[in-house]
């Protein structure tokens, strides 16, 4: 059976007033339907950050109407329905605001059954009509997409799978973020940063005997592949990554990891946050912002630890105009 179903329904929650517009049938078109899951696909992909588990062993609302929709009581618009009531019922309690469109999206294919639940925004916009007129249209924005959780429905009732529930939050979710992940019952079984800091442990541990140039541009260059891995969706298999970033060493990275570091998982999910620092440094306070790459320390840029100062050489020619400009009025007088 291959399949994608979808349904929406609105929920809206402001201070004092409170209202939701539930859909009585599904979408209508599939087509529409995989366009839908298409985009709301690719936002999730993006993100850096996601969050890997399980349901809690502690049952909610909503994973018991989950497991009664996958046990057939419920059919997909009575189970999405329901979830959105209960959704209105946790702002209130929370005191929490919200406005835009609760999409349910269930997908069943041949090697795959998962149900996606995208929190959706709409803005308002222009478009032309049939006559090339330009008149206004709201329409979705879905880089302002809020929560979006994706559970693999097949492994929902293995009792052994420890990983079939991801999360992912908007920008602008962060008040709600734990009510949500509580509303869930969401449960984290993978530690994305610890599993990435290890692994880049192992790979310093690996460049340590390199040039110090190259071990730098090994650890930058390994530090890429995860990002691009995780911006792909896909997880990091460290034979993958052996073959694919050259090292000049006599013995692979693979063959190192073999024999120093056995306990290292195969694969991982890459935590973009903790690979920036072996590609850029950056920071910034309010007057000052500064980002260099990591090959260029102990080059053209030098940090001293004692008096934490950082010395900068070979500045941007554009830079240095600027500067120069900044200075001549002062030089005159």
Known sequence: ???????????????????????????????????LLNEIDQVFTRRATKRYGRFADEATSFKGLLLNWQEKGLDLTQFSSKV??????????????????????????TDLHELWIAQLKQTDGW??????????????????????????LKRLFDPSASR?????????????????????GFFDTVDTQADTERFMEVVRDYSANMPEESGK?????????????????????????????????????????????????????????S???????????????????NESLGKSISFDPNSETLTVKDLPANLIKQLKEQLEPETKE
């Not at 090339?132 to 329409?139: A, G, P, T």
């Not at 090994?218 to 896909?234: L, M």
């Not at 060493?249 to 190192?256: A, H, L, M, S």
């Not at 024999?259 to 946050?273: N, T, V």
């Open 127 to 152: 478009c032309f009509d049939e006559s090339n007129e330009l008149i206004e249209s709201e329409q979705l924005e879905f880089s302002k997409m809020g929560l979006c959780c994706c559970i693999d």
């Open 84 to 109: 959105v009531e209960l959704l209105a019922v946790m702002f209130e309690s929370e005191d929490l605001e919200t406005d835009g469109y609760w999409a349910f999206i269930e997908q069943d294919e």
């Open 275 to 293: 690979l920036k620092k072996y590609v850029r440094y950056t920071g910034r306070t309010r007057e000052v912002s500064i980002s260099f790459s």
């Open 164 to 184: 079939y529930l991801t999360l992912g939050f908007g920008f602008g979710d962060r008040s709600a973020t734990r009510a949500l992940a509580e509303f869930i």
């Open 1 to 35: 059976m291959n399949s994608v179903r979808a349904i929406a329904h609105r929920l809206t929650r402001q201070t004092g007033d409170q209202s939701f517009h539930l859909k009585e049938q599904p979408i209508g078109s599939e087509l529409n339907a995989r366009k």
């Open 217 to 273: 541009r090994y650890q930058k260059e390994v530090a890429e592949f995860c990002i691009e891995q995780s911006k792909a969706g896909e997880s990091v298999s460290y034979r993958d990554l052996t073959a694919s970033v050259e090292s000049d060493q006599e013995v692979g990275f693979d063959q190192y990891i073999a024999s120093e570091a056995p306990e290292l998982k195969e694969q991982f999910i890459p935590d973009r946050a």
